[in-house]
Nanobody, 121 residues
Framework: QVQLVESGGGLVQAGGSLRLSCAAS????????MGWFRQAPGKEREFVAV????????YYTDSVKSRFTISRGSAKNTVYLQMNSLKPEDTAVYYC??????????????WGQGTQVTVAS
């Protein structure tokens, strides 16, 4: 079992930045691919970004490319999402996810509880 705990959400003005963190614990969590998803009110959860277990490969949804950066900590069991140039449409609950060999499918096994990001116009 893997536990995921997100932090770093909050309220920010449009054009501002936030950095989300996700700490993973449990067996083999440092060898898992990890991703970020988000769900806005009244909308389905959508994929945001994914990073492979080593940190060597990343992939983003088009709407956040060049604004968001996903990375892993040196111990590999923490993943970050640096969000710059935030827009009101980025407002959502952001979820961290993890799983083995999930980089291409983005169908993860483990999920965090979510952290709220609100971007004011």
């Amino acid at each position: 079992q893997v536990q995921l705990v997100e932090s770093g959400g909050g309220l920010v003005q449009a054009g501002g930045s936030l950095r989300l963190s996700c700490a993973a614990s449990g067996r083999t969590s440092s060898s898992y691919d990890m991703g970020w998803f988000r769900q806005a009110p009244g909308k389905e959860r959508e994929f945001v970004a994914v990073i492979n277990w080593s940190g060597g490969s990343t992939y983003y949804t088009d709407s956040v490319k060049s604004r968001f950066t996903i990375s892993r900590g040196s111990a590999k069991n923490t993943v970050y999402l640096q969000m710059n140039s935030l827009k009101p449409e980025d407002t959502a609950v952001y979820y961290c996810a993890a799983g083995s060999d999930r980089f291409y499918s983005q169908k993860f096994d483990y999920w965090g509880q979510g952290t709220q990001v609100t971007v004011a116009s």
